[in-house]
């Protein structure tokens, strides 16, 4: 009885032995496992597999919940309170006139233009579109400008005067008395109640008689209002013809619209316009030779300011500070541009927080749009995943639909089915490719249409290596026991391709299409690289290292790029890895 046990002992633990050196695909083993457990057994063995597979859930945890656990949304900008230089006004001396205006009236630009003409020609009168303007100097380099107001029309017949008038105007017996008397002595000129008259001279002793109205003041000198409530009193024609008259006839005061001003004259070309004396006196204007505008249409600049800015320009500066109404000193630099000082103010404002270094609020920082780049790598990973999966889908319905009939049918059907397959290799894939982002820019095609479009385009030009792939194997399975079994049973043709057929492919087609996603996902971001693929506001990592497409963000904002470049790279890597795996588990005759 000890021998029987011992014996049945030793039977039990060869058996023990025999059955562990067994290997996963040894024939013993079949009746065991099944073909899909096989599979499985052979794909969790292989490390670099394993390793895929985690790369890959850590991509679309990151990818599709990093989104939802991010505070931030992938097209938010982020800003910044800081110093910047900003253009904030600019001034010139005045080497040309400057106009005031009667109220309602106005120069055309020919008359403008004409005007220096025959100021610079030392001229007193021109002519433009047959009105008559004349030129009163006042002193130098400040004048008035008159339009003649043509009143009657004048004949002289020895010591007898006709005085016609023209059109509607009424002449008074004074206004005619008076141009007999001025026909008579042969003056052009001569003033009645304050109004200043001429006689034209016409053909054979005959004349215009017109009365000049002014029109505007021209002068190189500008006005500053001290307050903005007195920006209308220095535009006012009789306000500017008494100050700058007193101004040149070196007078301290003059009065206007019963107001008694007082000036400081501290030289030919500067002066202070004021109101008062001792506590009571109040600054009106300051008068200058320089012009100082803000860059915003309709700011008030105050005088302080504009007299910093011709302090500077005088010294010769390139800088003044400048205390501001809260009280900040603001750093100003003047650059002389095109005969023109423009100034630049330091001012505190709110930026786009682009290029913000790593911190607690942004671990990757920001681009140049002032977005989060960890959120945008999040966003951007969903895209590329997206259109990976969706144009290795459409890759292979394509291709499985014409591989499928191309193998099955044969024949004509089979050889005008691959030279449709050889029109497709033949088409440039790049160049089309540029060509359709092309077509989209100019169409504005919207972001998020763009994505399925581009994603359309990627399937429809990609799915010919699939559909030799399919056709070959068809070709190779459609002469076996089964499928004569098929056809045998009256089973319709659709069914024998897709349900019989394209199954028996579908182990080397799931590992073609694993390892192409990587390839896609490279393509994809070599496009949005190139401008041709996903566009802004939406992110992809190929577009993400397009903002750093210059050496100079390159090198010196590392955290722009290297992070979309490490996840392509890893993305990549973990399909090819579960793309070997896969392909190495379905080989019935690999050893382990």
Request: glycine content about 8%; proline content about 3%.
């Amino acid at each position: 009885m000890s021998e029987t046990n011992n014996t049945n002992n030793a039977n039990n633990a060869n058996n023990a032995n025999t059955n562990q050196n067994l290997s996963l695909d040894d024939g013993r083993r079949v009746k065991v496992l099944s073909p899909g457990m096989m599979v499985f057994k052979r794909f969790i063995r292989n490390r670099l597999a394993i390793a895929g597979i985690c790369i890959l859930v850590f991509m679309f945890a990151f990818s599709f919940l990093g989104g939802i656990v991010s505070p931030y949304e992938q097209d938010q900008v982020f800003n910044k309170h800081d110093f910047a230089s900003k253009e904030f006004s600019r001034a010139k001396v005045n080497d040309s006139f400057g106009l005031v205006y009667q109220e309602g009236k106005s120069l055309p630009n020919l008359a403008k233009a004409k005007f220096n003409e025959t100021v610079n020609a030392g001229k007193t009168s021109f002519v433009v579109s047959e009105t008559n303007y004349s030129i009163n100097k006042i002193a130098d380099d400040f004048f008035s400008i008159s339009t003649a107001n043509e009143l009657a029309n004048v004949a002289a017949l020895g010591k007898i005067v006709d005085i016609k008038p023209i059109g509607d105007n009424a002449i008074s017996d004074e206004l005619k008395s008076a141009a007999t008397t001025a026909v008579q002595g042969k003056q052009s000129t001569f003033e009645l109640d304050g109004v200043t008259y001429t006689l034209i001279p016409g053909k054979a002793k005959s004349y215009v008689l017109s009365s000049f109205e002014d029109i505007s003041l021209a002068s190189k000198l500008t006005y500053d209002a001290y307050a903005p409530e007195n920006l209308s009193l220095i535009q006012n024609f009789d306000f500017r013809l008494l100050s700058e008259t007193a101004m040149h006839a070196g007078e301290t005061s003059f009065e206007y619209d019963g107001v008694t001003y007082g000036m400081d004259i501290e030289s030919e070309t500067a002066a202070t316009i004021y109101t008062g004396e001792g506590e009571e006196k109040t600054l009106v204007a300051r008068v200058t030779n320089v012009t100082v505008n803000p860059v915003i249409s309709g700011m008030f600049l105050p005088v302080e300011y504009k007299e910093a800015v011709r302090n500077a320009i005088a010294n010769h500066e390139s800088t003044f500070d400048f205390v501001n109404d809260e009280g900040t000193a603001e750093k100003n630099t003047v650059k002389l541009e095109d005969h023109n000082y423009v100034v630049y103010t330091e001012q505190k404002t709110l930026l786009i927080d682009m290029y913000s270094s790593p911190s607690k609020a942004h671990w990757l920082g920001t681009d140049d749009h002032g977005m989060d780049v960890l959120t945008r790598l999040m966003y951007g990973g969903r895209i590329s995943l997206m259109v990976g999966f969706i144009v290795v889908f459409l890759e292979m319905l394509i291709g499985i639909i014409i591989g499928g009939v191309s193998g099955y049918f044969g024949g004509w059907v089979d050889t005008l089915l691959m030279r449709f397959v050889d029109l497709f290799n033949s088409i440039p894939y790049y160049p089309m490719m540029i060509i359709a982002g092309a077509l989209m820019d100019a169409f504005e095609v919207n972001p998020y249409t763009r994505i399925f479009m581009l994603m359309g385009i990627m399937g429809i030009m990609g799915w010919t290596g699939i559909a030799r792939t399919v056709r070959g194997q068809i070709l190779s399975l459609r002469e076996q026991d089964f499928m004569v079994a098929t056809e045998a049973t009256g089973i319709r043709i659709s069914r024998r391709i897709f349900r019989h057929l394209v199954p028996n492919v579908m182990p080397l087609l799931i590992v073609q299409a694993t390892m192409s996603l990587g390839g896609i996902i490279l393509t994809e971001a070599t496009l949005s690289f190139l401008g041709l693929g996903i566009k802004y506001p939406l992110a992809s990592w190929g577009t993400i290292i397009n903002s750093a497409s210059n050496i100079y963000v390159m090198s010196n904002y590392w955290f722009i790029w290297i992070p979309a470049g490490v996840l392509i790279v890893l993305t990549v890597l973990g399909f090819n890895f579960v793309g070997d795996g896969l392909r190495d588990a379905f080989d019935p005759k690999m050893k382990r």
